[in-house]
């Protein structure tokens, strides 16, 4: 049976593709491990033609049912609760996602793992999610490694 790791971290704010870069990258790192990668941009190319996305999705809402606020919602907390990891990318990170906090919360209520890479004084930094987090790393190659050893 396959194992499942969420990919979660800011997309609103971003364009598409620097909210998939590093997705796709730890797509490619987890697949020697026979890991899936579910990626809450899978199936939405189409946002690429956008420029930075928006929280609100007002601007691409249009273009498909996963693309709408309650599309985004469902999919996302379906995936956040069904994954055998939640690998959180918060490098970086100049504001606080709101949506990935949500998903760290659904992760946590499932008592799913959590591997975060957060950089110290992240603006992320908050005693509950902290508290959360099972493993917190620097790069995304020690996260791949760190949810590799908890599915092995």
């Known amino acids: 049976m396959s194992k499942t790791v969420y990919l979660a971290g800011p997309i609103s704010g971003l364009t598409y593709n620097d ?3 590093w997705r796709y990258a730890a797509e490619c790192l987890l697949e020697p491990y026979g890991i899936t990668a579910l990626s809450p941009l899978r199936h939405k190319q189409f946002l690429r ?3 930075q996305l928006s929280a609100t999705a007002a601007d691409y ?3 498909s049912p996963l693309s709408t606020p309650r599309g985004i919602m469902t999919r996302d907390r379906f ?3 069904r994954c055998d990891v939640l690998l959180v990318n918060f490098l970086g990170a100049t504001r606080v996602s709101v ?3 949500m998903e760290i919360a659904w992760a946590d209520l499932k008592r799913t793992p ?3 890479i957060m950089e110290a004084g992240n603006i992320h930094e908050h005693c509950m999610i902290s508290e959360a987090i099972g493993f ?3 790069t995304l190659e020690d996260a791949i490694d760190t949810v590799a050893a908890i599915l092995e």
């Open 19 to 21: 909210s998939e870069d």
């Open 49 to 51: 033609q956008h420029g």
């Open 61 to 63: 809402a249009h273009y």
């Open 79 to 81: 995936d956040a609760t």
């Open 99 to 101: 949506g990935t906090v």
């Open 114 to 116: 959590i591997v975060c």
């Open 136 to 138: 917190r790393v620097d």
